[in-house]
Nanobody, 121 residues
Framework: QVQLVESGGGLVQPGVSLRLSCTAS????????MAWYRQAPGKQRELVASIPSQGSPTYADSMKGRFTISRDNAKNTMYLQSNNMQPEDTAVYYC???????????????WGQGTQVTVSS
């Protein structure tokens, strides 16, 4: 059983920094691409950024320059850093990962339960 657990969300004021974490656990052989998505109230879920196991990350155009995605493969953990959170960043942030497990022939995508981020003064 694979689990993705996000942490680091909460209520923050505009302009502050925030770092979200996502840790994968369970029977894992390999973690390929990991990604952060977010879903604001009344809107569809959207990609924030993705990062392969090796190589450079990719950002949605609207997120470039505002977020930094990174990962620690030794810890099966991915991070999302923002140094200037704004009210429009209020959303539930979800972790997504492409994971190969021991009993599977192919990898599958897994989702975390999400962490709420509210940016308000």
């Amino acid at each position: 059983q694979v689990q993705l657990v996000e942490s680091g969300g909460g209520l923050v004021q505009p302009g502050v920094s925030l770092r979200l974490s996502c840790t994968a656990s369970g029977a894992i052989l390999s973690i390929f691409t990991m990604a952060w998505y977010r879903q604001a109230p009344g809107k569809q879920r959207e990609l924030v950024a993705s990062i392969p196991s090796q190589g450079s990350p990719t950002y949605a155009d609207s997120m470039k320059g505002r977020f930094t995605i990174s990962r620690d493969n030794a810890k099966n953990t991915m991070y999302l850093q923002s140094n200037n959170m704004q009210p429009e960043d209020t959303a539930v942030y979800y972790c997504n990962a492409d994971i190969l497990t021991p009993m599977a022939t192919f990898s599958n995508y897994y989702w975390g339960q999400g962490t709420q981020v509210t940016v308000s003064s």
